[in-house]
């Protein structure tokens, strides 16, 4: 019996350095992003788009809070507490960035620096809710699942008290000059961020929703991602089995509070006026029916409940006013058919579609048969 | 315990125990398990055996005592450290990741071994496929030898009892420990099954030169395969030698059987 660094040894000599394992996803993700850029505005109009956008952005805080609810099983319901956190702070800094640098809002001149400007929020925004997922995630994730969804529920409401609680927005280069630091407490209270320009295209967007899912995808197939769906299954034979648990819970958080930044940091840019109520516990709930109605574990669940749910209330207008109650009762009826969400742990392309939908069921109707 | 048998133990294990309330769930618990020892650990139900393996791997932290594994102290350690030193163990009732592949539960196993970075995750980098593929074959090579290799990427759940049984040992060998606990292996099996049990456990031991502790019911499979058997009632060590002083000490067959009264009066201990 070889033990794993003799086997190491033996593996060089196959599988060479792969560039091309290494880079073409990452390349794939430009392209798709490209795609998506050049053809919807031929496919469909711009309200279409608009509603593309917004779907972009729920894909990726689904696909972001499945690492931490799905494939490490802690339920967190504070999602859209990292999501606020990044929309604020990727907003507030291409808004008040603008201001500082050119004077103004939105002006076209100042169009290339201004996606420069959104960018660098999106980033700080992401390190931001990354960090607050760390300082949330370290003392919680030490406790049972139960404590875990309070204390990621108070940090929402938390979040979103303080976000209420701030100061008029500025709107004068001068006065943001004056303010300095300050300016963390001019995010315009109750009302909600506006005036951010809306940088964020179909291109942004989805090259954000694409490179999301391939982290998500190489996470999910890799050591880490066994040991996260090691601890959702079984947390005593998982540790057993040499897996710190709160090492990878914690990075399981962190990666998605971060995650879930870069989603309120695209947020802000679609024309959204981030407001408080952002950071509540509907939107959270928002989040989590996604990622159950998909399958916990399964990141293209989490894509196609987004499409989904984010479209049904576009399409089905008349009945916006039953939104909720439509919801509840499609949650209802899928943990009755599908209890483990649409594609449970799955991926699409890992169920063998015509026979294998249902096999499961059929199989334990034979069981029971017999 | 005589000092020649202390200083050679791989596991050394002294007066370790711990008391829920006052439960005394174990106490005052010693072995001393030599390299490639095979040694059983049994007791009549609700005796502390199982709480014994858990004070062992972590899962309790033991209250009194000390526990070393080959000169290193690990009573104080977290589970997931006492597995890296080299302690691995299978559970009574069985604990796979019913989820997983029946590959993928190996190769977490084989996680322990490795170096996990998220930069290295992410990228794809080529330490990291080379380790993706070192696990792999790991996985497979123990699969293999348990003969589990055809349904590797069946859902564990989805296995015969029997294979799940296997699946588990072959999970705690793929930690690549110095010390295996394995917790009624027999449980649940045929007299046919357990005899193959009995000569895989003999197997396992001379091919990866471990030792194992073995809790078992089955008085034939312990008294088979064990060089020296400890015996526990009521969280005590009531009895350990080998397997004939074991069966033959009256405390032992009191506690299985109960006090007999004979001719001569009441055999064992008080009433």
């Known amino acids: 019996m070889k033990t794993l660094a003799q086997h190491q040894q033996d593996v060089p000599g196959k599988v060479a350095t792969r560039w091309d394992v290494m880079l073409l996803p990452w390349v794939a993700c430009i392209v798709v992003a490209l795609v998506v850029h050049f053809a919807s505005p031929v496919l469909v109009n711009e309200y279409w788009q608009n509603v593309l956008r917004r779907v972009g952005v729920f894909v990726i805080a689904a696909v972001s809070l499945n690492i931490v609810n799905g494939y490490a099983g802690q339920f967190s319901m504070g999602h859209a507490g990292f999501m606020a956190v990044g929309a604020y702070v990727a907003g507030a800094t291409t808004y008040y960035g603008s201001l500082l640098l050119h004077g103004s809002v939105n002006d076209p001149n100042f169009y290339y620096q201004g996606i420069g400007l959104m960018l660098g929020g999106i980033g700080l925004g992401c390190v931001v809710a990354a960090i607050a997922g760390y300082l949330v995630g370290l003392p919680s994730l030490r406790l049972r699942g139960d404590y875990l969804a309070i204390v990621t529920l108070g940090f929402g409401e938390i979040i979103r008290v303080m976000l209420e609680l701030t100061k008029g927005q500025l709107d004068n280069a001068a006065a943001v000059k004056d303010a300095g630091a300050k300016l963390l407490i001019h995010l315009n209270g109750p009302s909600g961020f506006f005036g951010i320009p809306s940088y964020a295209n179909l291109f942004w967007i989805f090259l954000f929703v694409s490179v999301t899912c391939l982290i998500a995808y190489r996470i999910k197939y890799s050591s880490t991602g066994r040991a996260l769906l090691s601890i959702r299954e079984d947390e005593i034979a998982a540790r057993s089995m040499g897996v710190d648990l709160t090492k990878y819970k914690v990075r399981a958080f962190v990666l998605a509070a971060a995650l879930g930044g870069v989603a309120g940091g695209l947020y802000s840019h679609i024309g959204a006026n981030p407001s408080p109520t952002d950071a509540g516990f509907q939107r959270s709930f928002d989040v989590i029916l996604l990622v159950v109605l998909g399958g916990l574990g399964s990141i293209s669940g989490s894509v196609l409940a987004a499409i989904v749910l984010i479209l049904l209330p576009e399409v089905l207008r008349e009945a916006q006013q039953y939104r909720l109650i439509i919801f509840a009762l499609l949650l209802i009826i899928m943990m009755i058919v599908r209890p483990k969400g649409l594609f449970g742990v799955k991926e699409i392309w890992e169920l063998d579609w015509f026979t294998g939908w249902f096999s499961g069921k059929r199989r334990e109707r034979k069981a029971g048969a017999k | ?271």
Do not use: W
Request: hydrophobic content about 40%; charged content about 20%.
């Open chain 2, 1 to 271: 315990m005589s000092t020649a048998e202390s200083t050679t133990a791989l596991l050394d294990v002294r007066g370790i125990g711990i008391s829920f309330g006052g439960l005394k769930a174990v106490q005052d618990f010693s072995i001393a398990l030599p390299p490639r020892g095979l040694y059983g650990l049994i007791g009549p139900n609700g005796a502390g055996k199982t709480t014994a393996f858990n004070l062992l791997t972590g899962v309790y932290t033991t209250q009194t005592g000390m526990t070393t594994l080959a000169g290193k102290r690990i009573e104080t350690l977290k589970p997931h450290q006492i597995a890296a030193a080299g302690i691995a163990r299978t559970f009574q009732n069985i604990r796979l990741f019913g989820e997983l592949s029946v590959l993928d539960n190996v190769k977490l196993a084989c996680h322990l071994r490795g170096k996990h970075t998220l930069l290295g995750t992410l990228l794809r980098s080529p330490r990291f496929v080379a380790q993706e593929e070192a696990m792999r074959l790991q996985a497979m090579e123990l699969l293999s030898i348990f003969g589990l290799e055809r349904v590797a990427d069946e859902s564990a759940r989805n296995l015969p009892y029997g294979d799940q049984r296997r699946l588990e040992i072959c999970r705690a060998l793929a930690t690549q420990p110095k010390v295996l606990l394995l917790d009624e292996p027999a449980a649940g099996m045929n007299p046919t099954e357990k005899v193959e049990l009995a000569e895989s456990i003999r197997a396992i031991r001379d091919r990866f030169g471990l030792a194992i502790l073995l809790i078992e019911h089955d008085m034939g499979l312990v008294m088979k395969i064990c060089e020296r058997i400890t015996v526990l009632d009521h969280g005590q060590t009531i009895c350990s030698g080998t397997p004939s002083q074991v069966q033959n000490d009256p405390k032992v067959i009191e506690a299985y059987l109960g006090v007999e009264e004979t001719a001569e009066g009441v055999v064992g201990g008080a009433v």
